[in-house]
């Protein structure tokens, strides 16, 4: 595993926000779910990870299934889809 780091940048609440997000890569062949750690001025804040909802479909969810209700419906999701974007154009 190679760990990683990257910046996101998003408008919320009229402002722009920037938050670091890390993972860890996967450098061999061996299957693993994918976690990325969301820091906020190098504070960690939550970690999210990519699954897969009742009817297969594609979602994220947080680890810290307590602060979920501390964000506006759908911000993990867009956020995750944000992650997933970096990833596929690195």
């Not at 595993?1 to 670091?20: C, G, I, P, Y």
């Not at 061999?28 to 939550?46: E, H, I, N, R």
Request: aromatic share 14%; net charge negative.
């Amino acid at each position: 595993m190679k760990q990683e780091s990257f910046h996101l940048q998003f408008n919320w609440q009229n402002s722009q926000r920037k938050v670091q997000i890390r993972s860890e890569k996967v450098t061999d062949s061996t299957p693993v779910v994918a976690m990325y750690q969301v820091l906020w001025d190098d504070v960690y804040m939550f970690t999210l990870y990519p699954t897969f909802n009742d009817e297969s479909c594609k979602t994220w969810k947080i680890v810290e299934q307590e602060m979920e209700i501390q964000f506006p419906p759908g911000f993990i999701i867009i956020l995750g889809s944000l992650i997933e974007d970096v990833y596929m154009m690195n």
